[in-house]
């Protein structure tokens, strides 16, 4: 029976650790950021982000990938109400600004990779016209309006603070296939163990 406690102490002791390194593990570019269950702040609930770039000394940049706005984009730029594209909200910094994201092969050079085949931003004109050659699907962009932004310090403390689950998993544009209140739910669960446990906990922690 002692050696069968011991085993499960330590079993424990794993996951616990496995948890601690998610959570304070500092997101490189191209990795997501999922929020923590309970965490209330109406910007943030259940995201899930997409970092685009993480300096020490200057700060993170992601988008809210699960966010939709209930704009297109022809109610921001109307030269391309052709488009029927929908917008999602990046996160509340600057939202009178408008980004994108890219998936497949590099079509502008001032494109960023971010691994798995999702490139970040470039010449705004240059990708209308990739969109009109048909070059570029508008299954394959999404547009921002806004982003998330952490200044020098500011991700790591909340990492600290157990605000945010870094995913290092990869992944592919298919992930975004899922409805947008089902992905963080879906990440979630292909975590396993304590995660998948969590993906079923409600918003509200007085209801858990």
């Not at 269950?37 to 770039?53: G, H, K, T, Y």
Request: hydrophobic share 40%; aromatic share 12%; charged share 20%.
């Amino acid at each position: 029976m002692a050696f069968s406690n011991q085993k499960l102490n330590l079993m424990n002791l794993k996951l616990l650790f496995c948890m601690m390194q998610h959570r304070h593990q500092i997101p490189q570019a191209g990795e997501l950021l999922l929020s923590e269950p309970f965490l209330q702040d109406e910007n943030f609930s259940r995201a899930v982000i997409l970092v685009c770039e993480h300096e020490d000394k200057i700060g993170s940049v992601g988008f809210v990938m699960n966010k939709p706005s209930i704009l297109n984009l022809g109610d921001l730029v109307a030269e391309l109400d052709f488009l029927k594209a929908e917008v999602f909200v990046g996160g509340p910094v600057e939202q009178n600004t408008l980004h994108f994201i890219y998936f497949g092969v590099q079509l502008m050079e001032e494109s960023k990779s971010l691994g798995n085949d999702v490139w970040w931003g470039g010449d705004f004109s240059d990708l209308i016209q990739h969109i009109n050659s048909g070059e570029l699907g508008l299954n394959q962009v999404r547009f921002f309006m806004g982003y998330s932004g952490w200044s020098s310090g500011q991700l790591a403390a909340e990492l600290s603070a157990q605000s945010w689950i870094v995913y290092s998993d990869p992944w592919s544009q298919e992930l975004f296939d899922n409805s947008p209140d089902q992905l963080w739910r879906s990440l979630m669960k292909s975590k396993g163990g304590d995660f998948e446990i969590q993906s079923n906990y409600p918003i509200d922690p007085r209801l858990n």
